[in-house]
């Protein structure tokens, strides 16, 4: 069965540094990708998505994800955090081939200090 | 405004008391789903409805049923609720299935 790992629940940062946010799939064959932005009390949003056209994906907020097929990793990274971006953060990856769900990675919550 | 609307946002219940969570969405979306969100443990698909009369089991549909008789809308049927169906659930649409999903506000189920 396909699964999505997030290395780490809980990230802190300090304003200005860079956010890095891991994400590992398990299918042999690339499936799509998301990364998606909780903030307290909302749904999901959508930050970027992976659909094989390009390798390293730009989303919104400034933030962007490298897919890489060797290492079946999409990370997640923006380069200076900003106290807006403290959020819960879930990879979530697609394969039609293990039926057409959505599988969610466990989350990792990032806490921006000033 | 393009949206997916969760009801009630909020419930506290008893065991065994039927409840219905309805969602609705206003894009023709064609694909729609629910899933729970527990602390660690991400989000994890209950149903999901390819199409109107088309709905499938994911991967903890366990005490739950879902019909999809229009398409705008895909009601969560809690028929004897317990304890561990207390979780924050969502509703999310998409055009297709492999395509990025729109999400509701969540509603948070409290079962006692």
């Known amino acids: 069965a396909q699964s999505v790992t997030q290395l780490g629940s809980h990230v802190s940062v300090s304003e200005g540094a860079l956010v890095l946010l891991r994400c590992n799939y398990s299918?042999?064959?690339?499936?799509?990708l998301f990364w998606y932005v909780q903030y307290p009390n909302q749904g999901l949003q959508l930050l970027l998505k992976y659909t094989s056209a390009a390798t390293l994906v730009k989303g919104i907020n400034g933030f962007e994800a490298e897919f890489k097929k060797s290492e079946t990793s999409f990370h997640l990274t923006k380069p200076s955090a900003h106290m807006s971006d403290a959020a819960e953060y879930f990879c979530?990856?697609?394969?039609?081939?293990?039926?057409?769900?959505?599988?969610f990675g466990g989350g990792t919550r990032v806490l921006v200090k000033p | 405004e393009a949206q997916v609307t969760q009801n009630p946002r909020y419930l506290i219940t008893v065991t065994g008391k039927k409840l219905t969570v309805t969602c609705s969405q206003n894009m023709n979306h064609e694909y729609m789903s629910w899933y729970r969100q527990d602390p660690g443990l991400g989000l994890r698909q209950i149903y999901y409805s390819m199409n109107v009369e088309v709905t499938d089991k994911g991967d903890v549909p366990e005490g739950y049923k879902v019909s999809r008789k229009e398409k705008r809308n895909f009601p969560l049927i809690l028929e004897s609720p317990s304890p561990n169906q207390t979780s924050l659930y969502f509703c999310a649409s998409s055009l297709r299935e492999d395509q990025p999903q729109h999400f509701g506000d969540g509603t948070r189920l409290s079962i006692l």
């Open positions: 979530a990856a697609f394969l039609k081939a293990a039926g057409n769900k959505l599988t």
């Open positions: 299918s042999s064959v690339p499936p799509y």
